[in-house]
């Protein structure tokens, strides 16, 4: 009976406290679950109602954590505590592996990878990373997530090419630019912060040598990277240099088209990020952006829980802050000097990616087990990739796509 009152109890913790064990279990207490006093009384008249709803709770309440709350209680109100309590140990892994693989962020103030602009944080980050080869390795050429239609999801994402995925996000975000090479064939290209170049060689070679691409990073790694490819791939219309986005050596008017793809996560400072990019375009150019965004904190504030959870990703992966897709809309109005400016999140077509990255390290494992200097860092990995899963499914972050034209 304590454990049916404990267990039920749960379900009647604060919000807070309820979303840190899973948001499921708020909304099955809030849709489907019986009023509080009943749910509280464990007196044998109130037990049969009570394990009917429950029992009907249980077939529609989707949420692996909701059912397994849900199944509790049902088990409880139909076999008594005794049996219950036996079967404690295996509830308590299962509920503090559940608690670890969902919401360790909220309790892990810090990651391992600030941001530190003084110490180049990102530079050195992707410097590594391009040295170790795992991430060329398993990501290919783009270091962005992979675009999935419902038809790839209905049929199982681990059915689709990972890498496959990636060029799919490319070939997506040209048409989201209206970038087909015909109508849209610019001149000049700027790829802020392209990685080992893969996004860069590509439209280099898709407009043809009478375009130019230029791609920079803060990475000496990618850069070097960068163009050895560039070479193999017999590509010499695009070159790349270390520079940063947020002070570019570039003349004002400088591009036709301004490409931004998963930059921006890690800038400083987004209005100077928005602010420089739309400086080096031309009157009548493009600037297309993707970047993870977070919720707009102004019409839905983060609980505290929330903030823990997005200063997690902050920290983990050297990235200063998120904005919400809305600021990057305000961002380019407020230039004063764009148009046209269209906002779409994507967080649906790209969410496979997270998930699919663990698991091609699992298709795929010789590469990461023959180098055990790096099991932590690919654990931790692993488990950070899961994290930004559950926020982009969760609504906690969001996929924003940004479109904008500089007026003539
Ligand atoms: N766009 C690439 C890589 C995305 S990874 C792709 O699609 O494959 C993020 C990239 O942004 C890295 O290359 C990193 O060096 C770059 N970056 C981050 N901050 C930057 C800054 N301030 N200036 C220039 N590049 C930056």
């Given amino acids: 009976m304590k454990v049916t009152l404990l267990v039920s109890g749960l379900l009647f913790l604060p919000d807070s406290v309820q979303s840190f064990l899973s948001p499921g279990v708020h909304r099955a207490a809030a849709m489907n679950l019986p009023g509080k006093t009943r749910l509280t009384?464990?007196?044998?008249?109130?037990?049969?109602?009570?394990?009917?709803?429950?029992?009907?709770?249980?077939?529609?309440?989707?949420?692996?954590?909701?059912?397994?709350?849900?199944?509790?209680?049902?088990?409880?109100?139909?076999?008594?505590?005794?049996?219950?309590?036996?079967?404690?140990?295996?509830?308590?892994?299962?509920?503090?592996?559940?608690?670890?693989?969902?919401?360790?962020?909220?309790?892990?103030?810090?990651?391992?990878?600030?941001?530190?602009?003084?110490?180049n944080s990102v530079g050195r980050e992707y410097d590594a990373w391009t040295r170790e080869k795992i991430l060329e390795h398993y990501w290919g050429e783009h270091i962005h997530l992979g675009y999935y239609t419902e038809e790839d999801q209905k049929a199982g994402y681990l059915k689709k090419n990972f890498i496959g995925a990636k060029y799919d996000f490319i070939d997506r975000m040209m048409a989201f630019a209206k970038l087909d090479g015909q109508t849209f064939k610019p001149a000049k290209v700027l790829d802020v912060g392209c990685g080992i170049g893969g996004t860069t060689r590509y439209i280099a070679k898709k407009l043809g040598t009478t375009s130019q691409v230029s791609g920079i990073t803060l990475s000496q790694e990618q850069v070097r990277r960068a163009k050895e490819l560039a070479e193999e791939q017999d590509v010499t219309n695009a070159e790349f240099q270390v520079m940063d986005a947020l002070h570019m050596s570039y003349p004002d008017n400088s591009f036709d088209?301004?490409?931004?793809?998963?930059?921006?996560?890690?800038?400083?400072?987004?209005?100077?990020?928005?602010?420089?990019?739309?400086?080096?375009?031309?009157?009548?150019?493009?600037?297309?952006?993707?970047?993870?965004?977070?919720?707009?904190?102004?019409?839905?504030?983060?609980?505290?829980?929330?903030?823990?959870?997005?200063?997690?990703?902050?920290?983990?992966?050297?990235?200063?802050?998120?904005?919400?897709?809305?600021?990057?809309?305000?961002?380019?109005?407020?230039?004063?000097?764009?148009?046209?400016?269209?906002?779409?999140?994507?967080?649906?077509?790209?969410?496979?990616?997270?998930?699919?990255?663990?698991?091609?390290?699992?298709?795929?494992?010789?590469?990461?087990?023959?180098?055990?200097?790096?099991?932590?860092?690919?654990?931790?990995?692993?488990?950070?990739?899961?994290?930004?899963?559950?926020?982009?499914?969760?609504?906690?972050m969001g996929y924003g796509m940004i479109y904008a034209q500089k007026k003539k």
């Avoid at 109130?46 to 009917?52: D, N, S």
């Avoid at 793809?261 to 990019?277: I, N, T």
């Avoid at 496979?352 to 932590?376: Q, T």
């Fill in 41 to 119: 009384s464990t007196s044998s008249g109130a037990i049969q109602p009570l394990r009917r709803s429950l029992q009907a709770s249980s077939s529609v309440v989707k949420k692996p954590a909701s059912r397994l709350m849900v199944n509790l209680l049902t088990a409880t109100s139909t076999f008594g505590t005794s049996s219950i309590i036996k079967s404690l140990p295996i509830l308590g892994t299962l509920v503090v592996a559940g608690l670890l693989a969902a919401r360790l962020p909220g309790v892990i103030a810090r990651g391992w990878r600030s941001y530190n602009k003084e110490e």
């Fill in 257 to 396: 088209l301004v490409w931004a793809c998963e930059s921006g996560e890690h800038m400083p400072d987004k209005k100077a990020y928005v602010e420089e990019m739309v400086r080096v375009l031309k009157p009548g150019g493009t600037l297309v952006i993707a970047c993870w965004c977070q919720r707009d904190a102004k019409a839905f504030p983060l609980s505290r829980l929330e903030q823990k959870r997005v200063d997690f990703m902050c920290t983990e992966w050297s990235h200063p802050y998120f904005i919400s897709i809305q600021d990057f809309e305000r961002l380019a109005l407020d230039t004063g000097v764009m148009e046209n400016v269209r906002t779409e999140d994507w967080a649906k077509f790209t969410l496979p990616s997270w998930r699919h990255s663990v698991w091609v390290g699992v298709f795929d494992p010789f590469f990461w087990m023959l180098r055990p200097h790096l099991w932590v860092k690919i654990l931790r990995d692993a488990f950070t990739l899961n994290v930004f899963h559950n926020a982009f499914k969760d609504g906690l």
